[in-house]
């Protein structure tokens, strides 16, 4: 529901959660590789007890550290992929995401 604020009018808006920003490290975004990733890498966020990778259309399983190693039954076509992450605190708080989603380019090998 909309609220209508007058002018003059004092409101409390409550707190202001600033987030981290994560930004993605290996693969950096808009890079290009010729071999598929192992593992995925961001700047880690202070505070932040575990992190949620979410992988092309699936969510990889959590991890308590700012790497992750990929399953070897990850499918990795050639052509785009899309990868991004969200930190929670130990109470399930949100802290930090990444603000764009990091995209790397898998190339089809050449004989």
Do not use: C, K
Not at 32 to 53: C, D, F, I, K, R
């Amino acid at each position: 529901v909309p609220l209508r604020v007058e002018p003059g009018q004092e409101l409390d808006a409550g707190d202001f959660i600033m987030l981290h920003e994560i930004e993605p490290q290996t693969p950096p975004h808009g890079f290009s590789l010729s071999t598929p990733p192992t593992s995925l890498h961001w700047t880690a966020v202070p505070g932040a007890s575990s992190y949620e990778v979410r992988f092309d259309r699936g969510v990889l399983p959590p991890t308590d550290t700012n790497s992750i190693t990929l399953p070897e039954t990850l499918p990795m076509e050639p052509g785009l992929h899309v990868w991004s992450v969200l930190a929670f605190n130990e109470e399930g708080h949100l802290l930090g995401a990444t603000q764009i989603q990091a995209i790397f380019r898998l190339l089809p090998l050449s004989w």
